[in-house]
Each structure stands twice: as C-alpha cells, then as structure tokens.
C-alpha cells in the first residue's frame, strides 16, 4: 500500500488515501451533477484500500448533502474546499477523495471519465458505493 495524503487548503481537513494500485491505473470520475461541476472534483477510491478522513479544527467541518441524500460531502467551513464524501451502508464506512484536494496531486493520474449517476435510485447507489468506495473512517481532532 502507498499513502497519499490530501488536505483542504487551510489544513482544518485532510486525509490519508491508502491503495497499492498506481495512480496511472485509478479510476478518477468527473460526476456530471451540479455539485461537482462546481467545485471541478475529481473523485477517486479503491474498494481495496482505505481513506481516513482527520477533522483538525471539527468547528470548520461542513457536511453537504443534496440529491438523494445519501451521502456527506465534506467542505471546509474556512477556506471553502470540497475534500471527499462519506456514506455509511450497512453499518460500514465508505469513502472518495478529491483529487485535486491531495498534496501534491500525483503526475501519473489519468484523465477523469465524466459519470452521471441521475438514473440510480438510493438502493442502486448504496449498492454502487458499497463495491466502488474505499473503506473509511472519520476521525475528529
């Protein structure tokens, strides 16, 4: 496994993203919803590997959640940044990063395929994320 790490622009939030697979061979997404067009995010995971989130300063932690609601996207009240989202399915953790939030953003990582999910219903898009997402965890302070 090789760690990278992320962060929000002021270091309130950031995170490790473990994964033993290159950042050549990530599958980096472009979701088309408004959301992400906004905030240019570049999503990535590995069902294989891990992401834990670090809330340094909680009192700046923004959870957004929109559309179906099923799922934390994680802004920095301070500077503004989008860092990744949580869900939590059957009692489990999972999460995705933003590319562009990681310190330094390796050279390797391919183009983003542009994804729409507008179709799934929650049932669909838990069962997506349960095979997609990494294991995560939250951790506050």
Same mark, same amino acid.
């Given at each position: 496994?090789?760690?990278?790490? #992320? ?13 033993? *697979?290159?950042?050549? #061979? !990530? ?9 992400? +067009?906004?905030?240019?995010? =570049?999503?990535?995971?590995? /069902? +294989?590997?891990? @992401? ?5 300063? /909680?009192?700046? =932690?923004?959870?957004? +959640?929109? #559309? ?5 996207? =994680? ?8 860092? #990744? ?7 489990? !953790?999972?999460?995705? @990063? ?5 310190? /330094? ?6 183009? *983003? ?18 095979? +997609? !997402?990494?294991? *995560?965890?939250? @951790?506050?302070?």
């Amino acid at each position: 496994m090789t760690t990278h790490t #992320g962060r929000c622009h002021c270091g309130a939030i950031g995170f490790t993203f473990d994964t033993a *697979a290159e950042p050549a #061979g !990530w599958s980096v997404r472009a979701c088309q919803c408004s959301f992400c +067009r906004a905030h240019s995010a =570049l999503s990535t995971s590995d /069902p +294989r590997g891990s @992401v834990r989130f670090r809330i340094e300063r /909680p009192e700046n =932690l923004t959870r957004y +959640r929109f #559309g179906l609601r099923t799922a934390d996207f =994680l802004l920095c009240r301070e500077c503004g940044v989008y860092v #990744g989202a949580l869900t939590s399915i059957d009692g489990r !953790w999972f999460g995705i @990063v933003n590319v562009n939030a990681l310190q /330094p953003i390796p050279a390797a990582v391919r183009e *983003a395929l542009a994804m729409s999910y507008d179709g799934e219903d929650a049932t669909q898009r838990a069962s997506r994320r349960a095979q +997609r !997402w990494s294991p *995560a965890e939250l @951790v506050l302070g």
